[in-house]
């Protein structure tokens, strides 16, 4: 089957590509593994050289890069340029504090000197998504790079044309061949590239049905692996807050990237003493939304990705409404041409309904009731997922709370749910394990070496001189 590239506002047919061969794997396999021999003998200093050449370059080519984002993937114009950006400001995070993050880490002990080093695995896999297409691939490329490992990208069908132009890049930066690859494969053909002995480790971000696949297939193997997948991020409001900025923020963080976001928030949840006034003035916000053609720059929804995405939004709204849901905006794709789908609200969605615990993908927000702190966070915990969550107090000890008792991997106070290179990125439960991004993300791919230096036995030089004398007398000649 061919790899097609469909621009999602028109439906058109861009470029479609056969997907590679056994042989042809195996031979960008081989050569990564090839130049991870040579590319751990590069200094610091010029793979960083090599980083930053990589930042300066999309930022001469953001607005061509940010156009490709867009005419694939659908994401607003403006936003695709934010990505870019986002990218190089990566690039060049890795490139400035790799030094500091692989420093060797001195270990006090009695019976010697010790430290800790970190090596680079090898050939690291990286299964990525459509939704940041270049983001995603480049949060784990710029500390993969930098650390020494080498990369194998088998990114998601519907971009290939963002995958080649990835590794376009990489190879004018100046970093070697074979240090960063893209394979345009089918997703059937992960397994066989997880499973070649010259590939040490695979990172995934997607779906929770492929997170559970390569991990079964990793552990099998006794293969590193981390897995950064679905979420359902609560965002809670408090009454101490700024309602105005906490509606404004809930607006933006529902329908960033058209809604299409693993860490976008997906259930408000609200204090049953400013409930009714924030849905209100949140319903009034989506409703505000401008929807149409993602190239546009004053368009804030865009369509989503694949016509395969609209429908299933579809069937959750429908079956959100038969468990007793009330639609407050939206709830309908938008005819015509496109995979268009309208910003929605839902309220009182029983927790007793399956749908309660689904991941919507798509601009579709669903608003909860609660008493009083102890409820939002029984609400917000009662999800099999764990990616992050915002909560909006300006009350500390509220907020402290939060902070201890929230299930998830990252807490944003009075703030909406982001990715930094500063700062570790991932989550528990079914969102997965494992860290990107700072340091905790690029040591997930490193080998933590262990180095220990005996000390000296105490050395007594008449001892050892008495010795050699006696070893050193010859025998008595035998008589003849």
Same mark, same amino acid.
């Given at each position: 089957?061919?790899?097609?590239?469909?621009?999602?506002?028109?439906?058109?047919?861009?470029?479609?590509?056969?997907?590679?061969?056994?042989?042809?794997?195996?031979?960008?396999?081989?050569?990564?593994?090839?130049?991870?021999?040579?590319?751990?003998?590069?200094?610091?200093?010029?793979?960083?050289?090599?980083?930053?050449?990589?930042?300066?370059?999309?930022?001469?080519?953001?607005?061509?890069?940010?156009?490709?984002?867009?005419?694939?993937?659908?994401?607003?114009?403006?936003?695709?340029?934010?990505?870019?950006?986002?990218?190089?400001?990566?690039?060049?995070?890795?490139?400035?504090?790799?030094?500091?993050?692989?420093?060797?880490?001195?270990?006090?002990?009695?019976?010697?000197?010790?430290?800790?080093?970190?090596?680079?695995?090898?050939?690291?896999?990286?299964?990525?998504?459509?939704?940041?297409?270049?983001?995603?691939?480049?949060?784990?490329?710029?500390?993969?790079? /930098?650390?020494?490992?080498?990369?194998?990208?088998?990114?998601?069908?519907?971009?290939?044309?963002?995958?080649?132009?990835?590794?376009?890049?990489?190879?004018?930066?100046?970093?070697?061949?074979?240090?960063?690859?893209?394979?345009?494969?089918?997703?059937?053909?992960?397994?066989?590239?997880?499973?070649?002995?010259?590939?040490?480790?695979?990172?995934?971000?997607?779906?929770?049905?492929?997170?559970?696949?390569?991990?079964?297939?990793?552990?099998?193997?006794?293969?590193?692996?981390?897995?950064?997948?679905?979420?359902?991020?609560?965002?809670?409001?408090?009454?101490?807050?700024?309602?105005?900025?906490?509606?404004?923020?809930?607006?933006?963080?529902?329908?960033?990237?058209?809604?299409?976001?693993?860490?976008?928030?997906?259930?408000?949840?609200?204090?049953?003493?400013?409930?009714?006034?924030?849905?209100?003035?949140?319903?009034?916000?989506?409703?505000?939304?401008?929807?149409?053609?993602?190239?546009?720059?004053?368009?804030?929804?865009?369509?989503?990705?694949?016509?395969?995405?609209?429908?299933?939004?579809?069937?959750?709204?429908?079956?959100?409404?038969?468990?007793?849901?009330?639609?407050?905006?939206?709830?309908?794709?938008?005819?015509?041409?496109?995979?268009?789908?309208?910003?929605?609200?839902?309220?009182?969605?029983?927790?007793?309904?399956?749908?309660?615990?689904?991941?919507?993908?798509?601009?579709?927000?669903?608003?909860?009731?609660?008493?009083?702190?102890?409820?939002?966070?029984?609400?917000?915990?009662?999800?099999?997922?764990?990616?992050?969550?915002?909560?909006?107090?300006?009350?500390?000890?509220?907020?402290?709370?939060?902070?201890?008792?929230?299930?998830?991997?990252?807490?944003?106070?009075?703030?909406?749910?982001?990715?930094?290179?500063?700062?570790?990125?991932?989550?528990?439960?079914?969102?997965?394990?494992?860290?990107?991004?700072?340091?905790?993300?690029?040591?997930?791919?490193?080998?933590?070496?262990?180095? /220990?230096?005996?000390?000296?036995?105490?050395?007594?030089?008449?001892?050892?001189?008495?010795?050699?004398?006696?070893?050193?007398?010859?025998?008595?000649?035998?008589?003849?």
């Amino acid at each position: 089957m061919a790899i097609a590239s469909i621009n999602p506002a028109t439906g058109n047919s861009l470029r479609t590509f056969e997907p590679l061969g056994e042989e042809a794997i195996r031979g960008k396999i081989a050569l990564a593994a090839q130049s991870f021999k040579s590319y751990g003998d590069i200094s610091l200093e010029h793979r960083a050289l090599w980083m930053r050449r990589l930042a300066a370059i999309m930022e001469a080519e953001v607005e061509e890069l940010a156009a490709l984002i867009t005419t694939e993937m659908g994401k607003p114009l403006a936003t695709a340029r934010q990505e870019i950006q986002k990218c190089a400001s990566c690039c060049r995070y890795f490139a400035e504090n790799a030094s500091e993050m692989l420093a060797e880490e001195p270990i006090e002990i009695e019976s010697g000197d010790s430290y800790l080093r970190w090596d680079p695995l090898g050939v690291i896999l990286a299964v990525m998504p459509w939704n940041f297409p270049f983001w995603q691939v480049f949060r784990f490329l710029a500390p993969a790079l /930098m650390a020494g490992n080498v990369g194998l990208l088998k990114h998601s069908s519907n971009v290939p044309q963002c995958a080649l132009a990835i590794e376009a890049l990489v190879r004018r930066a100046g970093f070697p061949r074979g240090t960063f690859q893209t394979l345009l494969i089918e997703s059937k053909q992960v397994e066989m590239v997880l499973a070649d002995e010259r590939v040490a480790a695979v990172t995934l971000t997607g779906s929770e049905p492929a997170g559970r696949a390569v991990a079964a297939q990793a552990g099998q193997l006794i293969k590193k692996s981390v897995l950064e997948l679905g979420g359902s991020d609560p965002f809670i409001v408090m009454p101490s807050t700024n309602l105005d900025q906490a509606v404004a923020t809930a607006v933006k963080a529902r329908t960033i990237n058209n809604g299409q976001s693993c860490i976008a928030a997906k259930r408000f949840i609200v204090h049953e003493e400013i409930y009714d006034e924030f849905e209100r003035r949140f319903v009034a916000g989506m409703e505000a939304l401008k929807i149409g053609d993602p190239m546009l720059e004053d368009t804030q929804i865009g369509p989503l990705a694949t016509p395969s995405l609209v429908d299933e939004l579809e069937k959750q709204v429908e079956a959100a409404v038969l468990a007793g849901g009330r639609i407050l905006t939206g709830g309908k794709r938008i005819t015509g041409v496109g995979n268009f789908f309208g910003p929605t609200v839902i309220a009182d969605v029983p927790r007793s309904a399956s749908v309660y615990r689904d991941e919507f993908f798509g601009p579709v927000a669903m608003l909860f009731r609660a008493k009083d702190v102890s409820e939002a966070i029984e609400i917000a915990n009662d999800t099999p997922f764990g990616l992050a969550a915002s909560v909006w107090t300006r009350d500390y000890l509220e907020q402290q709370h939060f902070v201890r008792t929230l299930e998830c991997g990252g807490v944003f106070l009075n703030a909406m749910v982001s990715s930094d290179p500063r700062l570790p990125f991932g989550g528990i439960k079914r969102s997965g394990y494992g860290r990107e991004l700072a340091a905790m993300g690029m040591k997930e791919f490193l080998n933590a070496k262990t180095v /220990m230096i005996a000390k000296p036995e105490p050395f007594d030089r008449s001892e050892f001189s008495r010795a050699l004398d006696e070893a050193l007398i010859l025998p008595p000649p035998t008589r003849q």
